[in-house]
């Protein structure tokens, strides 16, 4: 059973549409982190969220982390197949242990 | 390129074999993570080390050891291998060890056992 769970697993939309893809857990975090994994490298990372009900924006892509600190949300907003990758979320639990979630696989048709 | 270096890039070995996966942290980055990646897994923390200690554990196994070197490279060591153990393993490293430390990963190691 993963500590983190992501869904959906897989997403495949055409350039233009919009997106969101979701991060839950029953355990509080202390900080929540997105990143962006492309196949045969190592995961870059996109933000960071540690407030509960933070929301943070990086051009179309907009994160937000749940009052409760136990859930987040990645939007993107007008996909580009520049877009495609794996996103991951990671959480911080009990200082420093890190689960990461099975990930998003998404795939960008121009 | 995230200045975090990995080596190999690819080994590949046989059951009951011993291995030794080596990192190169960013230069002053002081903490360095290890994971693993497999398909039916996903990314799983293995354990961290800040200045050269053992800052946290996760999901290692006792066949798995690791230790970083007062040059604060690190090294993964795998041993009595067995199949499930092919994945990619990566090392992260950060500053420092707090909650809005970034990590940056590097390019991964892929280890096939056969």
């Known amino acids: 059973t993963q500590l983190l769970e992501q869904s959906p697993q897989f997403l495949s939309i055409q350039e233009g549409e919009n997106l969101t893809v979701y991060c839950n857990s029953s355990?509080?975090?202390?900080?929540l982190q997105w990143y962006r994994q492309e196949p045969g490298e190592g995961p870059v990372l996109l933000v960071t969220v540690v407030t509960g009900g933070e929301v943070k924006k990086l051009k179309r892509l907009t994160f937000q982390f749940g009052d409760a600190r136990k859930d987040s949300s990645l939007h993107i907003t007008a996909a580009q197949p520049g877009d495609t990758g794996l996103y991951l979320c990671a959480g911080r639990y009990n200082f420093n242990k890190f689960y990461f979630g099975s990930g998003t696989k998404l795939n960008v048709k121009p | 390129d995230s200045g975090v270096t990995q080596t190999p890039k690819h080994l590949i070995t046989a059951t009951g074999q011993r291995v030794t996966l080596r990192c190169s942290p960013r230069s002053g980055d002081l903490s360095v993570y290890w994971y693993q990646q497999s398909l039916d897994q996903g990314l799983q923390f293995l354990i961290q080390y800040y200045n050269g200690e053992e800052r946290a554990k996760g999901n290692i196994l006792e066949r798995f050891s690791a230790q970083q070197f007062p040059d604060l490279h690190s090294e993964l060591n795998l041993s009595s291998l067995e199949l499930g153990d092919s994945a990619l393993y990566f090392c992260?490293?950060?500053?420092?060890?707090?909650?809005?430390?970034?990590?940056?990963f590097g390019p991964g190691t892929r280890l096939t056992v056969l």
């Open positions: 355990s509080v975090f202390s900080s």
């Open positions: 992260a490293s950060s500053v420092e060890s707090g909650s809005l430390d970034t990590q940056y």
